[in-house]
């Protein structure tokens, strides 16, 4: 008796193939976080309080909606190539900071206003197309 296996897969093509499929799913991933990250801050977070309110008036900002006072963090919000870029603050609202000394509010506990994300939908089709593209490469 004889016996022949034969396989519809090969690893080494996906392994010549795998640096630019990872790639691939982190420009989209950065895409879809920077996508996210607008649209969160557009339905808007936590409610501002009314000393941040006044503040914003007082500079010529509208009260609401939250982290988009000047708009100027708000349009830096980008994805290049696999990284999402920001204006620093950015991150400092995201997880939260201490006012300075110097600060119209010195010393002042700002509680994190998550914002960086992106939705749950995006991050299935993601793995959705990082799957394909895997099963893609692994057929001979």
Do not use: C, W
Not at 5 to 28: A, H, M, Q
Not at 79 to 93: A, C, I, P, R
């Amino acid at each position: 008796m004889k016996l022949t296996i034969k396989t519809n897969y090969s690893f080494s093509k996906l392994s010549k193939k795998i640096d630019n499929i990872i790639d691939g799913s982190l420009v989209e991933f950065a895409k879809k976080t920077e996508e996210g990250s607008k649209s969160k801050i557009d339905r808007g977070l936590r409610k501002l309080q009314d000393v941040t309110v006044k503040i914003r008036k007082h500079r010529g900002h509208p009260a609401r909606p939250a982290l988009k006072a000047s708009g100027k963090l708000y349009k830096s919000i980008k994805h290049q190539d696999n990284e999402l870029e920001m204006l620093f603050y950015g991150k400092l609202h995201n997880d939260g900071f201490t006012t300075g000394k110097n600060s119209i509010i010195p010393n002042k506990k700002i509680d994190p206003r998550p914002f960086i994300s992106t939705t749950i939908k995006a991050k299935k089709e993601i793995n959705t197309n990082l799957a394909k593209s895997i099963n893609k490469a692994l057929k001979k």
